[in-house]
């Protein structure tokens, strides 16, 4: 089946600063590939997700990039802010399964 | 409805107990997908439902637990003689999906079960 491992665990960064988590991918056939924000207490929301017929997607301050080769995708946030505070997980699936998520990372933006 | 709901929002049981969990996914939607996630980690899948085909078990911890999605729309899942190792927010959440493309997953508000 498929494996998604996500780093770092952790990541504390001044407002203002850019702050980038990377997942990588096991399975060949995944196509799919979700990320979701996890505030305290909450449920997780989708807030971006790309397909692998596509390299980069960008929303807003939120951008997430595909390497298909490498099996290597990531989340950029640029501009953070206090409240992108969060637990962000990333996510991989192929064709009819469920998604594989990652481990999480919890973003702490300084003020 | 407007959202994915999951009832009830907290349940305490003692050890050994049976328990429901029910999810009512958003209406339309097709797939209909059960997680767990234990205190400060990460979301472990536990079965999937897509439309009238066999659903997919294969996260199912063990025995004691099964789940059932009645008219293609609500889901109980049942967790027989609870152990403790059992503690953990259990999400719903549904998604609409095509034969081979996958969509994002709006997620409830799970439930937090707590045995005692």
């Known amino acids: 089946g498929e494996n998604v491992e996500q780093h770092p665990s952790t990541l504390s960064v001044q407002e203002g600063d850019s702050a980038v988590i990377k997942c990588t991918y096991s399975?060949?056939?995944?196509?799919?590939f979700p990320w979701y924000k996890q505030e305290l207490g909450k449920r997780p929301q989708l807030i971006i997700d790309?397909?692998?017929?596509?390299g980069e997607k960008k929303d807003q301050r939120i951008a997430v990039t595909l390497n298909k080769t490498a099996k290597h995708f990531s989340l950029h946030i640029t501009e953070t802010q206090p409240e992108d505070s969060a637990v962000y997980f990333c996510?991989?699936?192929?064709?009819?399964?469920?998604?594989?998520f990652g481990s999480g990372t919890r973003l702490q933006v300084q003020p | 409805g407007a959202g994915v709901s999951q009832s009830p929002s907290n349940k305490v049981t003692e050890k050994g107990k049976d328990v429901e969990l029910r999810c009512d996914p958003i209406?339309?939607?097709?797939?209909l997908y059960w997680y767990r996630q234990s205190l400060g980690q990460g979301l472990e899948f536990l079965i999937y439902f897509q439309g009238n085909s066999a659903p997919d078990k294969s996260g199912l911890p063990s025995d004691r637990f099964s789940a059932e999605r009645t008219g293609g729309s609500v889901s109980t899942l049942t967790i027989q003689r609870t152990q403790q190792e059992d503690s953990a927010v259990y999400l719903c959440a549904s998604s609409a999906k095509g034969q081979t493309e996958s969509y994002g997953y709006t997620f409830g508000s799970g439930t937090r079960l707590t045995v005692v």
């Open positions: 996510a991989a699936s192929g064709g009819r399964r469920a998604l594989t």
């Open positions: 399975d060949s056939a995944s196509n799919y």
């Open positions: 209406s339309g939607h097709t797939a």
């Open positions: 790309i397909r692998s017929n596509v």
